[in-house]
């Protein structure tokens, strides 16, 4: 486990073994305890498996009895005779157990692939759900794309140990040891040594030379990567390397870095035929061994050619997918730390944690006191600094200050994104450290600094706050919003997408879409960010009209960069450096001839509100 809120350092190459300890985290998904027949359908498969295995291997047995057979039968009898039907019978055997060995590998595919399919679909909606249990300084600290790309990885990477782990490598394993006991059961154990020996060594020799090329492969890709670097960033610059004549010089370091790629992949190409000069090696040796071993007994009397026909048979199909072996290895390594970066994100801890005896809070009324609150975002910043202020039910607080103070910072503490270092802040009386983060942010509506919205249309992202809402409850919301006029009139109406992040809308209009959207979800307490940009004078009054609507009979807590749009609020907090400079209202604060005053003439003099 990972202590709570460590952002995932990238993580280091783990041993195999620890490797195949996160391999083991899946069995849950094989295995799983509320789904009977998922468990019977990996049963199955791993009946087929081994049940395969052994047909496999036995089937040879039964084309060298036939040959032996042959040996016997007088040349002019034909197949006629009895000997001659249990020739047929025996080659029929083996065909038949050749083909009932594929019939099972086949229904192995056709019982376990909805379970495989559920493992990885489970994985990875638990993952998921997971990521968004984070806390949002995980989620700062981390690039959303880096956390999907863990997430497709580790799922796919489920697929491949299957169908190599599982299906192809492992099985294999399995038909040496059947092959090693088949051997020592009806010849001698001198057989069985040799072939696992053999098999064994092979094993050895490609994981380390694998290994070894893998420098190769990682120095080809490296140069690769320059290369492409380089090319791209010289056409980008594509202007200016003419008005420096430089294509010559673009051209020659183009080819300088597709040089060190071209000696890399030789390298690559080469060691490749090395390792597969040596594992052919390993692979005959053995096979010619054996097969001198059987000889030599054939020719003493204690063995027969059809012994030597049905080794060499066994051999070949042990072999055969020991071919793919140095590939399939790189691929299992990687799938292995594919999957063990996505285990360890589900390893980390939310920062945020309910409390284990944690309640739910019902009917808020929207009592909030801050009480001599600290809180920093990093280690060496204080951010807050011994905040108390309190906001009665139903009243309007406004914050001021200038930026940087901490303003949004108070929002943020209050939806309990953060814990606190010290003090306490309670909702109705209640700390929020004893309910849950689900009933506090029920009855919580944010209107951000910044409105994101989702990649979809507006009436999607309004409903987001209600998916139950009908099309009256959500127009109703929109004119409260002041934007409703604005959607009736666009061609599409509620169903204009509004592009990534919302881009497609202005400043203003996104914000009254947050608006709308937060009216609808109707929480108890309401937090405004008012945008920071200058918007112009209508639809900073529009605005204002529709942030008025939306402050009626709720506590609302107003974060302001205009203070001519609070003047009316119960109590205005002026905050400066993370610290409560002055608070009252308007007429006290003025009075004071402190920051606010100070703040007040300031903006009172700029052209923007004259
Ligand atoms: N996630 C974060 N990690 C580290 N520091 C942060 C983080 N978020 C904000 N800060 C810092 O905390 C301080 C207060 O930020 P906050 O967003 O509360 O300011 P603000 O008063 O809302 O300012 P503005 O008026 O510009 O919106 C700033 O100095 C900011 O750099
Ligand atoms: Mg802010």
Redesign the pocket.
Known sequence: MMPPGTPDQDIKEQSLRYQLKSFWRLWPYLWPKDKPSYKIRTLLAMIFTIAGQFIVVLAPFFLGRAIDAMDLQVKDMGLGNALGIGIILLILAYGGFRLFSVVLSEGREYVFAPVAQYAKRAVATSTFAHLHKLS??YH?EKRTGGLSRIIERGVRSIDFLFRFLLFNIGPTLLQLAIAGAAFWIAYSWEFALIAVAVVITYIWFTVTTTEWRLKFRRDMNKKDTEANAKAIDSLLNYETVKYFNAEKFETDRYDIAMEGYQKAAILSRTSLATVNIGQSFLMNLGLVALVLLAAQRVLGGSMTTGDIFAITMVMMQVYRPLNILGFAYREIKQALTDMEKMFALRDIRPEVQDAPNAKDIYDVKGAIKFDHVAFR??ED?P?LKDISFDIQPGQTVA?V????????????ILFRFYDIEGGTVTVDGHSLSDITQDSLRKSIGIVP?DTVLFNDTIGYNILYANPNATQDEIEAAAKAAQIHDFIAGLPKGYETMVGERGLKLSGGEKQRVAIARTLLKNPAILIL?EA?SALDSVTERDIQTALDNAAKNRTTLV?A?RLSTITGADKIIV?ED?QIAEQGTHEELLKKRGLYEALWEQQEKSPEHA
């Open positions: 949002l300084r700062l975002y990093d910043r951010i914050v200050g200038p930026t940087g103070a901490g303003k949004s910072t108070l929002s943020r600094q960010d920071t974060i960069h905050m993370g």
